[in-house]
Structure formats: C-alpha cells, structure tokens
C-alpha cells in the first residue's frame, strides 16, 4: 500500500506572495492532519480534515487554510507568507478521526522557505 | 505550556549505551503513539500503547504507558548509530485530538 505523498517537497517563495501545498493520504485513510514544524517551535498542529469536513483546528491565523476533497486528497493555503512560515509542513492520515488508537501515517513533508 | 512534556530535550551517547525517553503529562490519554522522525523526513510511527501499564517491544526498543495512563517511557538497549533521530511522543486526548510532545534529539556516536 502507497504511503502519504506531498507535493511539492521542496518550494521557494517571497514573501506576500500565496501558497497551496498538496496531499494524497494512504488509500482508505478518511482523515487528514496538517502541521508546521519549526526548529523552534517544534510539531505544530495546523487543522484536520474528516469526509471533507474541517474537524480541529489549531491556533493559527487566518492566512492558513485547508480543504479535503471526495476522495480524501487535501489542500492547504497560506496567502499573504510571512518570513515566519519557513518551515516542514507535514501531512498524516489516518483512518478516522480519535478513538483509542488514534494513529497518524506522515508524509515526508514541503519544506518551504518564504525569503 | 505543552500538554505532554518530554526529556530529556537532547541526548548524545556512544554506541552500545542504553538510554530512556520520557514523556509526562498531568493528563489520561486513551492512548499515547511514539514516532521517530530522521532530518528532512516526515515521522514514522513506532509503537502505540494503549492500556494503563502495557509494555510492547520492537528489537531493542521497549516501550511503556504508565500504569494511569498519564505518562510513558522510550528505553533503547545498546544503542547503534542507526538509532539517531528525533523521537516524539503523541497522546490522544479528549477522544479525537493527537497532542504531540516537544521531543528528544538522539545522537548516537560510533
């Protein structure tokens, strides 16, 4: 069974400038996750996504969005970059949402870096 | 303040030294996941414990949930260079939120 995927892996861009960052999460997995992780501040969680419905969100401004489309594949925006966005922005899927194993599959990440 | 504290932040030993990871938190998680995660590369998830006081091995690596489920330790036998990563501990909390620990940077030296 395939793995999560992001696209790109690697993506350079100014600063004001928009971005849209993509995942396709492991077949049968209903649930996406998103975060930032930073040296600093470590993983951090951005929002989740279950059957295209936004179901947690973290404590980020308004610039960050996400959407989930009918077959799981998901989306994240961040307009207007800050040089504070630099960062690896991870996907992970699962295959619902909490539970008592809740357990996350990651992809290996965009590594994004707003100059 | 993280919800699920993790220590020691940083950690650098010879090949061959045991080590323990610890993970702590003043809350009950239903269950608690342990990643490691290599420079430029998402996490991979380990081991996931679930009942209060399970104890699960992978090789060398032995992993325990507190007996209240608050809490869980990360303990490497002799360990090797491969071992080196980020280790990151997440618990489920409230049913359907994943809170993830600050992890612990493991440098093993041959």
């Known amino acids: 069974k395939a793995g999560v995927t992001q696209t790109p892996r690697y993506l350079i861009k100014t600063r004001g400038q928009q971005v849209t960052l993509s995942c396709s999460p492991i077949?049968?997995?209903?649930?996406v996750s998103w975060y930032q992780q930073t040296p600093g501040q470590g993983l951090q969680f951005l929002f989740e996504y279950f059957s295209e419905t936004q179901r947690n969100k973290g404590n980020f401004p308004g610039r960050f969005s996400g959407r989930q489309f009918s077959n799981s594949r998901s989306e994240m925006n961040v307009s207007t970059l800050e040089l504070g966005d630099s960062a690896l922005y991870l996907c992970?899927?699962?295959?619902?949402?909490?539970?008592?194993?809740?357990?996350?599959?990651f992809g290996p990440g965009t590594r994004l870096t707003v100059t | 303040t993280q919800l699920l504290e993790q220590s020691p932040q940083f950690l650098s030993i010879q090949e061959g030294e045991n080590l323990t990871v610890y993970c702590n938190s003043s809350s009950v998680f239903s269950s608690l996941q342990w990643y490691r995660q290599e420079p430029g590369e998402g996490p991979v998830l380990l081991v996931t414990?679930?009942?209060?006081?399970e104890v699960k091995k992978l090789k060398r690596l032995t992993f325990q949930f507190g007996d209240a489920r608050k809490d869980s330790s990360l303990h490497i036998t002799a360990a090797q260079p491969g071992d080196t990563g980020l280790y990151l501990c997440?618990?489920?909390?409230?049913?359907?939120?994943?809170?993830f620990g600050a992890g612990t940077i493991l440098r093993v030296k041959s």
């Open positions: 997440a618990g489920a909390w409230r049913g359907n939120k994943l809170v």
């Open positions: 077949s049968g997995h209903r649930s």
């Open positions: 414990v679930v009942t209060g006081g």
């Open positions: 992970a899927s699962s295959l619902s949402v909490g539970g008592a194993s809740y357990e996350q599959y």
